[in-house]
């Protein structure tokens, strides 16, 4: 059983439009959908899809489309009860596959609907081979909550893979090495934040064949207690940095279409290919092979193994890459 936790999870409102998106004009759009979301919840979903058992867990209550939608999509769920409805996501895709995404903040968790969800992973935690920890946070959940869960966890079986950004991610960062999860994966930016340097210098430089400051900033992570870290790139594919070496995979040429999920969906890759025995160079080359076929389809579909083509991935190794920095 994999176990994920989306405690801001979001019914997601997709737009894809037939032209360029103009401000301050009418744009007509050419098709639209709707899905459950946030980050865990695609986690999921990816791996539902892929025969996998997961059970997304998220507040919730009877009623709300988002458990509805999930209901629906046949996604195991545990909901925690809380105040309110999910939020709404809204997404524009034009035809370059150029995202825009307008994300609500979504609903102030009560310290009784906290509580529970605690409980309830630690919890499900038992059984659990992987606890995934994804996405934002609701609006005054304290940022190092997630620090908090991967801290209660650290006696559990199960391994445990954090996937956030900004404060939390800083949280999480400053918890280290208490709060060290066995995986963590950060985009280019959300490392370059961990690490100190200018947003877009790792996967810029990764798209000029420079992996090395990805690597020491991963390292530095390693270094403090982290298990694994996988830094997804964009079109710079993702490195894998672990103690056994560091290895870096480029995506095969796809025409993308959407990037929503993308992340998510190179996570639940990555975690497949671990349950299925992979070694880590394996397992980036599910990664990315699950992430380039999401950003290959429209809106937030998700893709099946059918639609992954890990063959075409090229997984190099980086081991001796140093940061001349």
Do not use: F
Not at 128 to 157: C, F, H, K
Not at 283 to 288: E, I, K, Q, S
């Amino acid at each position: 059983m994999i176990v994920t936790v989306t405690a801001n999870p979001s019914v997601d409102r997709t737009v894809t439009l037939g032209d360029r998106l103009e401000r301050g004009a009418v744009v007509r759009a050419v098709a639209s959908s709707t899905d459950p979301g946030g980050k865990g919840v695609n986690v999921a979903r990816v791996l539902c899809g892929a025969g996998l058992d997961a059970l997304a867990v998220l507040p919730g209550n009877t009623g709300d489309p988002l458990l509805t939608a999930l209901t629906a999509a046949h996604i195991e769920h545990c909901a925690v009860a809380t105040s309110g409805q999910a939020r709404t996501n809204i997404t524009v895709t034009e035809p370059d596959g150029t995202t825009t995404k307008i994300n609500e903040p979504g609903n102030p968790l009560p310290e009784s609907t906290l509580a529970a969800l605690e409980a309830e992973i630690a919890v499900r935690a038992e059984s659990a081979r992987w606890v995934v920890l994804s996405g934002s946070l609701p609006p005054g959940v304290n940022p190092g909550w997630y620090a908090d869960i991967v801290t209660m966890l650290r006696d559990a079986s199960c391994l445990v893979a954090v996937d956030t950004s900004d404060a939390p991610l800083t949280a999480l960062a400053e918890a280290l090495p208490a709060a060290a999860p066995d995986l963590i994966k950060p985009n280019g930016h959300e490392l370059a934040q961990i690490a100190g340097i200018a947003p877009d210098r790792l996967e810029s430089a990764a798209l000029a064949g420079d992996t090395s400051a990805t690597v020491a900033a991963a390292q530095r992570l390693l270094d403090e207690g982290v298990g694994a870290v996988l830094a997804t790139l964009g079109a710079a594919g993702a490195v894998l940095v672990t103690p056994a070496g560091a290895w870096h995979a480029t995506p095969p040429p796809i025409t993308a279409r959407s990037t929503v999920g993308a992340g998510d969906s190179s996570l639940a890759g990555y975690i497949s290919a671990h349950l299925a025995g992979g070694d880590p160079p394996l397992c980036l080359r599910t990664a990315v092979a699950y992430g380039s076929a999401a950003a290959a389809l429209p809106g937030t579909t998700l893709p099946t193994p059918e639609q992954v083509d890990a063959a075409s991935v090229v997984v190099t190794d980086i081991s001796t890459v140093t940061d001349p920095a």
